[in-house]
């Protein structure tokens, strides 16, 4: 294990850049000319939230844990959360995936986050667990020699990080694959595996997986006021282990194989809770680690235990009603501090119609459901469905996904993939919860207690009848925390046009509300976008589709306000990948590349009606109009570079050498620049002659020349130029003289300036980069689950 300390000051949401020292490069500076301030394209959410944690001792201090967007703290003035993992940069992206979150009850600055995105080899870095002394102002990282997954199955259980309360230099920390349980002893900067304890866990999801196949491991750890340590494990057969002695020895707890299976499927303790005035360990199991999976196919998918730690009794008290008939299993366990005897459970990816929440006042001997159905005489269906609480999604509106009500089947859920489910241990009446979307809550949690039962039976009438309930409201309490993972960006003027993933796109003409969601055709992601150059209020768009009724390409007459559904191409499925698209200067003409692999370009004159293929390109080529000549097209593939004359119907290879010939690449068309183009890319490292970098050619692809200021190249776009007829000013993802950043020329590559800041990184910023052509100096980056972050001039 290694220890490293990165002290970088939090990303906040309009921070001046710093000063860095210069690089060895004579046309590249660390040093911008101008500060930047920086902030987020706000969406709201976007992404999934496995944990929440408040603080057990002082009040309104919480942490929010996100699967590939970092880490984030409350602010209760503002209500907002805080992103403190926008230091972590390119090299060390998988950071940004957090496993697990722990907030010391002792000395209450100081937070631990473990962190690594993937166990298997698409993250090739090992975990760490960061330290902070300061709630995430400052860290420390200490590097693990194996991996963590903050973005594989099972990452909501937990929580794996634990402080010990009797000695809060000590951290625990429960790993996965058989690495065990994990002990530090000097407050998270070095780490040992603890030797003496027994059992690293076999449960393994889908042995046949490359994503699925983990062993769970030890997923998390628990302190009662006796100072006995519980440790839950994910193996069915003996699922729970106590230390008497402080860490020293270990034994498994007594009769606890009880709750390894239910129903004949093997269960394991996803999480757990203490209630200390009661004295009882409340554990929820779930046949599958989550997030995805619904119900077994048959039996329950999971229960809920109660362990007496005085007197060691086990009782299953499995809520016995569900309005659904059986429990897919659960998720998130959250117990009261200020009530003794109250806490609530969440199942997990009950798709049809919600989620259940679930709110216990007497330890569990009796539950009340969030919702329930309301069946009439003849037990019609769909039922009537009556809600303690109304879903206020106001400033998340894309929260409907594009749909309605049906039924007992609301556009807005309460949420899937509910692991995160937190009742503020000083306010009994303030809970959050996650969701694979956003986070809500409420501020008014106890006036459920005194609704009484949902549903009724009329005698009279000899059916059930809904009951009177005055409802009270849940929100959304996400505010600050964007999580989007960006795959494309067309800036308009006025307008900002964006492709994401998992939630389709977003047009924006105000970059404080999220605005349209791209639903229209049936996106599941984004992939990319792109405008007409000489008419911007053609917009086009291409995402993966869910069925194969609706086309991949989406398109806007009036800058992204509505879409039209375009046709399906015959012989790509609805769930192919949409690839990328083009639209010429005039809008006349959509060249689409589906993303399958093995389907080559195809163009459309008609909006998407219509599609012919595309004479001379292979399968993949991507292709990119010229933002002057509605006639000129370009293309790139395997190295290859091909022009199109004639409005894309066909192009011809233009002789072009020296390009990358593999790993991935991207060029964009320079605005108001007839043949002028800059390309970005390469990077395979096990080709025989990989190159990395960046070119341009100023005659249509024709020639290229290489930019010699960059080792490594990612991404390139354009903006407003310095100046009434200044070149566009140039943004690129890049690496100059051993420094990632994003840079910026203002004299047409002649010279470069880095803008963001060691504070200011976001991990991975690849996909695409651009600036605006009516504000100087503003650049868009798309992030891997940061969302779009954007940065204008300071003053």
Same mark, same amino acid.
């Given at each position: 294990?290694?220890?490293?300390?990165?002290?970088?000051?939090?990303?906040?949401?309009?921070?001046?850049?710093?000063?860095?020292?210069?690089?060895?490069?004579?046309?590249?500076?660390?040093?911008?000319?101008?500060?930047?301030?920086?902030?987020?394209?706000?969406?709201?959410?976007?992404?999934?939230?496995?944990?929440?944690?408040?603080?057990?001792?002082?009040?309104?201090?919480?942490y929010?844990?996100?699967?590939?967007?970092?880490?984030?703290?409350?602010?209760?003035?503002?209500?907002?959360?805080?992103?403190?993992?926008?230091?972590?940069?390119?090299?060390?992206w998988?950071?940004?995936?957090?496993?697990?979150?722990a907030?010391?009850?002792?000395?209450?600055?100081?937070?631990?986050?473990?962190?690594?995105?993937?166990?298997?080899?698409?993250?090739?870095?090992?975990?760490?667990?960061?330290?902070?002394?300061?709630?995430?102002?400052?860290?420390?990282?200490?590097?693990?020699?194996?991996?963590?997954?903050?973005?594989?199955?099972?990452?909501?259980?937990g929580?794996?990080?634990?402080?010990?309360?009797?000695?809060?230099?000590?951290?625990?920390?429960?790993?996965?694959?058989?690495?065990?349980?994990?002990?530090?002893?000097?407050?998270?900067?070095?780490?040992?595996?603890?030797?003496?304890?027994?059992?690293?866990?076999?449960?393994?999801?889908?042995p046949?997986?490359?994503?699925?196949?983990?062993?769970?491991?030890?997923?998390?750890?628990?302190f009662?006021?006796?100072?006995?340590?519980?440790?839950?494990?994910?193996? =069915?057969?003996?699922? #729970? %282990?106590? &230390?008497? !002695?402080? /860490?020293? @020895? $270990?034994?498994?707890?007594p009769?606890? +194989?009880?709750?390894?299976?239910?129903?004949?499927?093997?269960?394991?303790?996803?999480?757990?809770?203490?209630?200390?005035?009661?004295?009882?360990?409340?554990?929820?199991?779930?046949?599958?680690?989550?997030?995805?999976?619904?119900?077994?196919?048959?039996?329950?998918?999971?229960?809920?235990?109660r362990?007496?730690?005085?007197?060691?009794?086990?009782?299953?008290?499995?809520?016995?009603?569900?309005?659904?008939?059986?429990?897919?299993?659960?998720?998130?366990?959250?117990?009261?501090?200020?009530?003794?005897?109250?806490?609530?459970?969440?199942?997990?990816?009950?798709?049809? =119609?919600?989620?259940? #929440? %679930?709110? &216990?006042? !007497?330890? /569990?001997? @009796? $539950?009340?459901?969030?919702?329930?159905? +309301?069946?009439?005489?003849?037990?019609?269906?769909?039922?009537?469905?009556?809600?303690?609480?109304?879903?206020?999604?106001?400033?998340?509106?894309?929260?409907?996904?594009?749909?309605?009500?049906?039924?007992?089947?609301?556009?807005?859920?309460?949420?899937?993939?509910?692991?995160?489910?937190?009742?503020?241990?000083?306010?009994?009446?303030?809970?959050?919860?996650?969701?694979?979307?956003?986070?809500?809550?409420?501020?008014?949690?106890?006036?459920?207690?005194g609704?009484?039962?949902?549903?009724?039976?009329d005698?009279?009438?000899?059916?059930?009848?809904?009951?009177?309930?005055?409802?009270?409201?849940?929100?959304?309490?996400? !505010?600050?925390?964007?999580?989007?993972?960006?795959?494309?960006i067309? +800036?308009l003027?006025?307008?900002?046009?964006?492709?994401?993933?998992?939630?389709?796109?977003?047009?924006?003409?105000?970059?404080?509300?999220?605005?349209?969601?791209?639903r229209?055709?049936?996106?599941?992601?984004?992939?990319?976008?792109?405008?007409?150059?000489?008419?911007?209020?053609?917009?086009?768009?291409?995402?993966?589709?869910?069925?194969?009724?609706?086309?991949?390409?989406?398109?806007?007459?009036?800058?992204?306000?509505?879409?039209?559904?375009?046709?399906?191409?015959?012989?790509?499925?609805?769930?192919?990948?949409?690839?990328?698209?083009?639209?010429?200067?005039?809008?006349g003409?959509?060249?689409?590349?589906?993303? !399958?692999?093995?389907?080559?370009?195809?163009?459309?004159?008609?909006?998407?009606?219509?599609?012919?293929?595309?004479?001379?390109?292979?399968?993949?080529?991507?292709?990119?109009?010229?933002?002057v000549?509605?006639?000129?097209?370009?293309?790139?593939?395997?190295?290859?570079?091909?022009?199109?004359?004639?409005?894309?119907?066909?192009?011809?290879?233009?002789?072009?050498?020296?390009?990358?010939?593999?790993?991935?690449?991207?060029?964009?068309?320079?605005?108001?620049?007839?043949?002028?183009?800059?390309?970005?890319?390469?990077?395979?490292?096990?080709?025989?002659?990989?190159?990395?970098?960046?070119?341009?050619?100023?005659?249509?692809?024709?020639s290229?020349?290489?930019?010699?200021?960059?080792?490594?190249?990612?991404?390139?776009?354009?903006?407003?130029?310095?100046?009434?007829?200044?070149?566009?000013?140039?943004?690129?993802?890049?690496k100059?003289?051993?420094?990632?950043?994003?840079?910026?020329?203002?004299?047409?590559?002649?010279?470069?300036?880095?803008?963001?800041?060691?504070?200011?990184?976001?991990?991975?910023?690849?996909?695409?980069?651009?600036?605006?052509?009516?504000?100087f100096?503003?650049?868009?980056?798309?992030?891997?689950?940061?969302?779009?972050?954007?940065?204008?001039?300071?003053d």
């Amino acid at each position: 294990m290694r220890r490293r300390t990165f002290a970088a000051s939090i990303g906040a949401a309009a921070m001046a850049a710093t000063a860095v020292p210069g690089i060895a490069n004579a046309k590249t500076s660390g040093r911008c000319e101008d500060a930047y301030t920086w902030r987020n394209a706000v969406v709201n959410g976007g992404g999934y939230v496995p944990g929440i944690v408040f603080n057990e001792t002082e009040a309104d201090l919480a942490y929010a844990r996100t699967d590939i967007g970092g880490l984030y703290r409350w602010q209760e003035a503002t209500q907002t959360w805080l992103p403190l993992l926008d230091w972590v940069g390119w090299d060390d992206w998988g950071w940004t995936g957090v496993v697990s979150v722990a907030t010391d009850p002792v000395e209450t600055n100081r937070v631990y986050a473990a962190v690594g995105t993937y166990t298997n080899d698409w993250d090739p870095s090992p975990g760490a667990v960061l330290y902070s002394d300061d709630r995430g102002a400052t860290w420390g990282v200490a590097e693990l020699p194996f991996k963590q997954g903050g973005n594989m199955p099972g990452r909501g259980m937990g929580e794996r990080l634990a402080v010990d309360p009797a000695d809060n230099a000590v951290v625990y920390l429960g790993t996965p694959n058989g690495n065990g349980l994990w002990r530090s002893g000097d407050h998270g900067r070095t780490w040992a595996r603890v030797e003496a304890f027994p059992n690293a866990g076999n449960f393994v999801q889908d042995p046949g997986s490359d994503y699925s196949d983990d062993n769970q491991g030890v997923i998390w750890v628990e302190f009662d006021q006796a100072g006995r340590i519980f440790v839950g494990v994910a193996d =069915p057969a003996d699922p #729970l %282990y106590v &230390s008497e !002695d402080r /860490g020293q @020895t $270990w034994q498994p707890v007594p009769g606890a +194989a009880a709750i390894g299976s239910v129903d004949g499927n093997k269960t394991i303790p996803k999480q757990a809770a203490i209630d200390h005035a009661n004295g009882h360990l409340f554990i929820v199991t779930s046949w599958d680690p989550g997030p995805y999976n619904g119900a077994p196919a048959s039996g329950k998918g999971g229960a809920i235990w109660r362990l007496d730690l005085a007197t060691g009794d086990w009782a299953d008290v499995t809520p016995s009603y569900s309005p659904v008939g059986k429990t897919p299993g659960f998720g998130g366990i959250t117990v009261d501090r200020q009530r003794p005897g109250t806490l609530m459970a969440a199942t997990q990816n009950n798709w049809y =119609p919600d989620e259940i #929440l %679930y709110r &216990s006042r !007497d330890s /569990g001997a @009796t $539950w009340e459901t969030s919702w329930d159905y +309301a069946f009439d005489a003849n037990w019609s269906w769909p039922p009537e469905r009556v809600d303690r609480f109304a879903m206020d999604a106001s400033g998340s509106e894309w929260l409907s996904f594009g749909g309605v009500d049906d039924g007992p089947s609301y556009a807005v859920k309460h949420g899937w993939m509910i692991d995160a489910l937190a009742i503020d241990p000083h306010n009994s009446d303030r809970i959050m919860w996650g969701t694979g979307a956003t986070i809500w809550g409420t501020e008014q949690l106890t006036a459920w207690d005194g609704q009484g039962p949902l549903v009724g039976w009329d005698e009279e009438a000899g059916h059930q009848v809904p009951l009177p309930v005055e409802q009270f409201t849940v929100a959304v309490r996400v !505010d600050g925390l964007e999580e989007t993972a960006v795959q494309d960006i067309a +800036a308009l003027g006025g307008t900002l046009v964006t492709a994401t993933g998992d939630l389709g796109g977003f047009v924006q003409d105000d970059l404080g509300r999220s605005g349209v969601q791209i639903r229209r055709p049936d996106w599941s992601s984004g992939r990319s976008v792109d405008f007409a150059a000489l008419r911007p209020e053609i917009v086009v768009g291409s995402g993966d589709v869910h069925g194969d009724v609706d086309g991949h390409v989406g398109v806007s007459v009036d800058r992204g306000a509505t879409w039209l559904t375009t046709k399906r191409l015959e012989g790509v499925a609805g769930g192919a990948n949409g690839g990328t698209v083009a639209v010429s200067a005039d809008g006349g003409v959509i060249v689409w590349t589906p993303g !399958d692999g093995t389907t080559a370009p195809v163009f459309s004159s008609d909006l998407g009606q219509t599609w012919t293929p595309v004479d001379g390109l292979p399968a993949g080529a991507k292709v990119r109009a010229d933002r002057v000549n509605p006639n000129r097209l370009y293309a790139f593939a395997s190295g290859k570079f091909y022009a199109s004359a004639n409005g894309g119907l066909s192009f011809a290879e233009t002789g072009a050498s020296g390009l990358p010939p593999t790993g991935d690449v991207d060029f964009r068309a320079v605005p108001g620049k007839r043949g002028h183009l800059w390309l970005a890319g390469g990077n395979d490292p096990d080709a025989v002659d990989p190159l990395y970098g960046m070119w341009r050619s100023t005659d249509g692809g024709s020639s290229w020349k290489r930019i010699r200021d960059f080792e490594e190249a990612d991404a390139v776009g354009f903006g407003k130029g310095r100046g009434r007829r200044g070149y566009p000013a140039i943004f690129a993802s890049a690496k100059s003289g051993g420094q990632r950043g994003i840079w910026r020329s203002t004299d047409e590559g002649l010279s470069w300036q880095r803008v963001n800041d060691d504070a200011h990184q976001w991990a991975w910023t690849g996909k695409a980069v651009s600036g605006d052509p009516e504000v100087f100096g503003r650049v868009y980056i798309a992030t891997n689950g940061r969302g779009l972050i954007y940065g204008d001039i300071a003053d």
